[in-house]
């Protein structure tokens, strides 16, 4: 066997025993009630296995991996900010249909669909950005991955919250 077969062979090995203790390390906090500081914990487990998944779907080497990984952060923060923004706007709508002000609602209909725009806008632009780095091919794998790990997970949160309920 030569030294990249090899090479790979142990990043896989590796990539999977981590999503192993991951997924078994879920388990133990989900076995626990559910409190506040657990869901930060899992919320960063979550994120670790779809960084993993993401690594070995893409087969990335680490330099890629380190610079893949930085846009998407910044991405994210980008989108953080922009839905923070747009949900100022729904709560600023919500104190007006219970204080009886009136106002010009498409104003504000409009300022929301322009920060909709600005959040699909900065998407594109980001998985625009990879194409230094992934081919067209990756960009498609990843985002239809982004969908179905998005999916799966709201599955996972439904599926532990009917557990919940015949539990009590």
Same mark, same amino acid.
């Given at each position: 066997?030569? +030294?990249? +077969?090899?090479?790979? *062979?142990?990043?896989?090995?590796?990539?999977?025993?981590?999503?192993?203790?991951? $997924?078994?390390?879920?388990?133990?906090?989900?076995?626990?009630?559910?409190? $506040?500081?657990?869901?930060?914990?899992? !919320?960063?487990? $979550?994120?670790? *296995? @779809?960084?993993?998944?993401?690594? @070995?779907?893409?087969?990335?080497?680490?330099?890629?991996?380190?610079?893949?990984?930085?846009?998407?952060? &910044?991405?994210?923060?980008?989108?953080?900010?922009?839905?923070?923004?747009?949900?100022?706007?729904?709560?600023?709508?919500?104190?007006?249909?219970?204080?009886?002000?009136?106002?010009?609602?498409?104003?504000?209909?409009?300022? $929301?669909?322009?920060?909709?725009?600005?959040?699909?806008? &900065?998407? @594109?632009?980001?998985?625009?950005?990879?194409?230094?780095?992934?081919?067209?091919?990756?960009?498609?794998?990843?985002?239809?991955?982004?969908?179905?790990?998005?999916?799966?997970?709201? !599955?996972?949160?439904?599926?532990?919250?009917?557990?919940?309920?015949?539990?009590?």
């Amino acid at each position: 066997m030569n +030294t990249k +077969t090899s090479n790979r *062979l142990f990043i896989k090995l590796l990539l999977t025993f981590l999503a192993i203790m991951l $997924i078994f390390n879920s388990f133990c906090l989900a076995q626990n009630n559910g409190k $506040i500081n657990e869901w930060g914990r899992m !919320h960063g487990k $979550i994120e670790q *296995l @779809e960084k993993i998944k993401i690594i @070995e779907l893409l087969d990335l080497n680490e330099q890629t991996t380190l610079k893949f990984f930085s846009r998407r952060d &910044s991405h994210r923060d980008e989108q953080r900010r922009l839905m923070d923004k747009r949900d100022l706007l729904y709560d600023d709508l919500n104190n007006i249909f219970n204080s009886n002000d009136e106002i010009d609602y498409q104003i504000k209909i409009n300022e $929301i669909f322009n920060i909709e725009k600005e959040m699909l806008n &900065s998407r @594109e632009k980001f998985f625009n950005s990879l194409k230094d780095m992934f081919s067209t091919k990756q960009i498609a794998e990843l985002i239809v991955f982004e969908s179905n790990f998005r999916k799966e997970m709201r !599955h996972q949160f439904i599926k532990q919250g009917e557990k919940r309920k015949f539990r009590n």
